[in-house]
């Protein structure tokens, strides 16, 4: 499995923009690349997932690199409720399961 | 989005009983249904697969006999794990898919399991 790699740790102000940023060099043409986040004590909540293009939707954006080596999923105005883990995975065509590395923790400070 | 549902929430058992636990997709059919494991403050680890009709496809090192799961229809799968021991405490999460090609999964809150 092509692997993702993340920082362990991120900080963010309310309201304030965030940016997450997930390297993975070695992604085939086929992977999709997946955002789930995780809350304390929760399952996991799928945010946002992409190709090629730039993804928008009511969660998050996602920006994708034009050699797809890496992206970054943009939560426009950080909230309290945001603080979680947050998995960049990705996930063949035709794989269904999703392989969990260790994430990033956002925390979200008022 | 889809909803799935794990019950129990939390369960407390004796060293050497089987616990059942149980995933359901409630308003959608999975014909596809994960089995993971979460140990404190570590990532989820897949534990298995199962397919609806036929027998779970088991990870490296998950042992097929302790953990037994049954996908009896489209809608419910579960997982016994038999003779629980201290060390099979953890945060035991299903999740389900759709059929489709972007493999969205929908994950249940996730089963407590405290053996003492």
């Known amino acids: 499995d092509a692997k993702t790699t993340q920082p362990n740790s991120m900080e963010s102000n309310e309201e304030e923009p965030v940016h997450l940023p997930c390297n993975h060099s070695t992604i085939s043409g086929t992977d999709y690349i997946h955002w789930y986040r995780q809350l304390p004590s929760q399952g996991p909540e799928y945010v946002i997932h992409g190709l090629t293009s730039n993804v928008n939707n009511r969660m998050a954006s996602l920006a994708i690199a034009e050699d797809r080596k890496s992206s970054t999923l943009i939560l426009h105005r950080a909230t309290l409720r945001d603080a979680a883990v947050y998995y960049c995975?990705?996930?063949?065509?035709?794989?269904?399961?999703?392989?969990f590395g260790k994430g990033t923790k956002l925390s979200v400070k008022p | 989005g889809a909803v799935v549902s794990q019950h129990p929430s939390r369960v407390i058992c004796k060293s050497g009983t089987s616990v059942k636990i149980e995933c359901r997709s409630l308003?959608?059919?999975?014909?596809?249904m994960f089995w993971y494991r979460q140990f404190p403050k570590q990532s989820l680890m897949l534990m298995a697969t199962s397919n609806e009709g036929s027998k779970a496809t088991y990870e490296q090192g998950v042992e097929k006999d302790k953990f037994l799961i049954n996908h009896a229809s489209l809608t419910l799968s579960t997982l016994t794990v038999t003779s629980a021991h201290p060390e099979d405490s953890s945060f035991y999460i299903c999740?389900?898919?759709?059929?489709?090609?972007?493999?969205?999964?929908?994950f249940g809150p996730g089963t407590r399991l405290t053996v003492l």
């Open positions: 995975i990705l996930l063949g065509g035709s794989q269904g399961n999703l392989i």
């Open positions: 999740s389900a898919s759709l059929a489709g090609d972007n493999n969205e999964q929908f």
């Open positions: 308003d959608f059919q999975a014909t596809t």
